[in-house]
């Protein structure tokens, strides 16, 4: 079965979410969107994990669930995320960190656990006055088949590898239990190419995810790991994840790194941005208005810590598709401003949305399944263009900085620095099956 995996999400407990972070509402768009597996999130919230246990419902002790009045076709695992606050070398190490439990059971367990480090009702996704090494001891003892993983791995703040913050190695976070970590989430700023250049992640599964704050389908879904199950549990998704099997995990679909919102160096506050790595490193990470120290791209700090030069592919290396959202294309098609969520959201913009994932079954159906000159005569050539740039690598992203998105150009609007998207060949999901 294919299933197309968003396992890092948030509710609307979690801090900078929006209010329709509910399941239904979640459910839906999924289904929209394509994608048919999802973490819940925010799993570890009182009252989040309330909702989660009066609404969903497992299937046959599969640690699958589904919504008891919602989409057949979306699927849910029992999911949350904390961060975590540590000392390394004298310095503090904030950290974001994925969890799957087997079930809600699970779950609650690891609550009552983890209340012993902090307010886990404070917010969606609590801070824990706990070391990593400790965090994964703790989960491990309440179920061994807990899957921990480091979130948005090089984002600046609250990562892994973030320049502010994190770490070099993964063994610097998680210590003598690193061992009992499989993947890695690579985030928005980062690609799989990105992460090849580390010798160092060749052991670890790379998964992308949305992170999302937000319901609606330019959010949701926006990356997402495309896997091969016989059936959809638990027991497979972890085994596949863990094994790093590559007749199981097919694939990633990304958003152009560049389209991430740390790609590039740059200080928002004094509109200082984005700065290509070598210009920055010139500048010593400085603004020139300001004087205040840069946030350092993910570019950046992926070069600090490759041993391998660009364009390097590991012969086990799993395979990867870019996306964009389909409503943000179609913003751009129809030369309304993709960046506003107004916009967006916009009746003109979700009406064309609705008919054309109505049409085609899903959004994830249209952007890589259909054929071009078919979505050119069921929308506009305009959108058609745009799909088959995004497939073949041809959109042109000036690239995002210090919290701010990269912007999408279309080829002939092109009159600042920009990176393309890199991707060299169309493929489609098809291709995998």
């Keep these: 079965m294919r299933i197309i995996a968003d396992l890092q999400i948030h509710s609307r407990y979690s801090g900078a979410t929006s209010p329709r972070m509910m399941l239904n509402e979640i459910g839906y768009h999924a289904s929209l969107k394509g994608v048919n597996l999802l973490g819940t999130g925010d799993s570890l919230h009182p009252q989040w ?26 699927f849910f695992v029992i999911q949350t995320e904390v961060a975590t606050v540590h000392k ?20 609650k367990q690891a609550a009552e656990a983890l209340s012993n480090y902090g307010d886990i009702s404070s917010d969606g ?16 003892e309440i ?5 921990i993983f480091p979130a948005h791995a090089w984002t600046p703040w609250w990562s892994i590898f973030g320049a502010i913050g994190g770490v070099d190695k993964v063994e610097e976070c998680y210590e003598d239990r690193a061992d009992k970590i499989y993947a890695i989430e690579t985030g928005l700023s980062s690609d799989p190419p990105m992460n090849w250049r580390v010798s160092s992640l060749d052991r670890y ?57 740390y790609h590039w160096s740059g200080h928002r506050r004094c509109g200082v941005g984005p700065i290509p790595p070598e210009k920055a490193r010139e500048m ?60 967006l959201q916009s009746k003109k913009i979700w009406s064309e949305y609705s008919r054309l994932v ?11 399944e259909t054929p071009i000159q078919e979505l050119a005569k069921a ?31 279309p080829k002939a609007r092109s009159p600042v620095k920009r990176e393309k998207t890199g991707q060299n060949k169309s493929s489609t999901l098809e291709d995998y099956f």
Excluded at 308 to 336: C, H, K, T, W
């Design 49 to 74: 994990f309330r909702e989660l246990r009066n609404e969903l419902l497992e299937i046959d002790d599969t640690g699958v669930y589904r919504l008891k009045s919602g989409p057949s076709d979306v």
């Design 88 to 107: 390394f070398k004298g310095k503090a190490r904030r950290i974001h960190h994925v969890i799957l439990f087997r079930d809600l059971e699970t779950s």
């Design 125 to 140: 996704r609590p801070v824990l006055n706990i070391r990593p090494v400790e965090l994964v001891e703790r989960l491990l």
């Design 143 to 147: 179920d061994e088949d807990c899957f």
């Design 205 to 261: 599964v790379l998964i992308s995810s949305s992170d999302s704050h937000s319901p609606y389908p330019y959010r949701l879904g926006r990356e997402a790991v495309v896997l091969n199950l016989e059936t959809p549990s638990y027991e497979e998704l972890v085994k596949a994840l863990r094994t790093k099997d590559r007749s199981r995990v097919l694939m990633t679909l990304e958003v152009p790194p560049s389209y991430g919102k």
């Design 284 to 343: 010593d990470y400085r603004c020139p208005r300001c004087g205040r120290r840069l946030t350092k791209g993910v570019e950046d700090r992926v070069e600090e810590l490759a041993d391998r030069p660009r364009g390097y592919r590991p012969p086990d290396a799993i395979d990867f598709i870019y996306v964009l959202p389909l409503q943000e294309l179609l913003a751009l098609s129809m030369n309304i401003d993709y960046t506003s969520e107004t916009l």
């Design 358 to 368: 109505s049409k085609f079954g899903s959004e994830y159906n249209l952007l890589l």
């Design 379 to 409: 929308s506009n050539e305009h959108l058609a263009s745009l799909v088959n740039d995004m497939r073949s690598g041809e959109l042109e992203i000036v690239p995002g900085y210090d919290g701010v998105y990269g912007k999408i150009l």
